[in-house]
Nanobody
Framework: HVQLVESGGGLVQAGGSLRLSCAASGRTFSRCAMAWFRQAPGKEREFVTAIAWNGSTYYADSVKGRFTISRDNAKNTVYLQMNSLKPEDTAVYYC???????????????????WGQGAQVTVSS
């Protein structure tokens, strides 16, 4: 049974930092792309960042230079370091992973087969 479990969300002031973790279990994800999406109230789920099996990274323009994705394959875990947070970063953040087959762009939710339950990130002004 595959599970992705996010942790590390919370409340932070604008300009602050948070680090999200996504621990995967049930299979090995070292050959899989993993990503973070977010969804704010009343808005559609949007791409934040992704990391391919070979370490290539992809970022939404809105987070470039502020967020960093990384992975530890030995721990089957992906991280999202978020710095210089803004109120508009407030959302539920979801971890996602594919099956190791590129059926779609890393930027689209349809690429991913496994999803976490989400972690709330709230940035106060």
């Amino acid at each position: 049974h595959v599970q992705l479990v996010e942790s590390g969300g919370g409340l932070v002031q604008a300009g602050g930092s948070l680090r999200l973790s996504c621990a995967a279990s049930g299979r090995t994800f070292s050959r899989c792309a993993m990503a973070w999406f977010r969804q704010a109230p009343g808005k559609e789920r949007e791409f934040v960042t992704a990391i391919a099996w070979n370490g290539s990274t992809y970022y939404a323009d809105s987070v470039k230079g502020r967020f960093t994705i990384s992975r530890d394959n030995a721990k089957n875990t992906v991280y999202l370091q978020m710095n210089s947070l803004k109120p508009e970063d407030t959302a539920v953040y979801y971890c996602a992973a594919d099956r190791g087959i590129a059926i779609a762009s890393v930027y689209t939710p349809g690429r991913y087969d496994y999803w976490g339950q989400g972690a709330q990130v709230t940035v106060s002004s």
